[in-house]
């Protein structure tokens, strides 16, 4: 069974362009979550998915961050426009559903650096 | 807000070394704790999930315990293997929600 895919993997930006990741999730898996990492720091969620519907998204910096998830699977994060500080790990990851039982499964991350 | 402290931040060891990393969550009123295991430029995996209403979990040489009452959570490593080097993230889940709260994780150096 085919793992969290993420890409790029890795992404090298200028200050002030725009940026996107994008998240394919494991089959079936209704629920979707992107965190940032910083570095020596554990994850931060940004914004969680039932389905195509943000159901969280309170952590989401909204005046330059944005996400969607069409049609209910793969999602796309953007950043516009990119700031120094945001260079980080950004994780993706699903769970079957929301029940707080379920386990997540994190994609490899794709690593962003804002010069 | 829940805040997740682990101690320590890293840590060095030789082979076969028995070990033990710290997590320690500040409310109580969770629906379970997580261990994970990070290598650099990957993702997490899950290695051990505990349950509130359970005392610990083990797996090969892997044993997490946990006390709800005073927010603490242990991972006992037992005869360390360089594969074992890797960041240890443990994650609890909240009652009011789904959400994970991890800590800022151990980075474990298991020398030959």
């Known amino acids: 069974e085919a793992g969290v895919v993420q890409s790029p993997r890795y992404k090298i930006i200028e200050k002030k362009q725009p940026v996107a990741f994008w998240c394919n999730p494991i089959?079936?898996?209704?629920?979707l979550y992107w965190y940032r990492q910083n570095l020596g720091q554990g994850p931060e969620l940004l914004i969680r998915?039932?389905?195509?519907?943000?159901?969280?998204d309170s952590q989401l910096p909204k005046d330059r961050f944005s996400a969607e998830r069409l049609k209910g699977v793969d999602s796309t994060l953007k950043i516009q426009p990119a700031e120094l500080g945001d260079s980080a790990v950004y994780l993706c990851?699903?769970?079957?559903?929301?029940?707080?039982?379920?386990?997540?499964?994190f994609g490899p991350g794709t690593r962003l650096t804002v010069l | 807000k829940q805040e997740v402290t682990q101690i320590p931040a890293a840590l060095s060891v030789p082979e076969g070394e028995n070990l033990v990393l710290n997590c320690s969550f500040t409310?109580?009123?969770?629906?379970?704790l997580q261990w994970f295991r990070q290598d650099p430029g990957k993702g997490l995996t899950s290695l051990l999930l505990?349950?509130?209403?359970?005392r610990e979990q083990t797996s090969g040489r892997l044993n997490a315990s946990l006390d709800k009452s005073s927010g603490r959570s242990t991972l006992y490593i037992a005869a360390s293997q360089p594969g074992d080097s890797a960041t240890y993230l443990c994650?609890?889940?909240?009652?009011?929600?789904?959400?994970?709260?991890f800590g800022g994780g151990t980075r474990l150096m298991v020398k030959p």
């Open positions: 998915y039932e389905n195509e519907e943000a159901v969280d």
């Open positions: 990851a699903s769970s079957l559903d929301r029940r707080t039982e379920d386990t997540q499964y």
């Open positions: 505990i349950q509130s209403s359970q």
């Open positions: 994650a609890v889940r909240n009652n009011a929600g789904n959400m994970l709260t």
């Open positions: 089959s079936g898996h209704n629920t």
């Open positions: 409310d109580s009123a969770i629906y379970n």
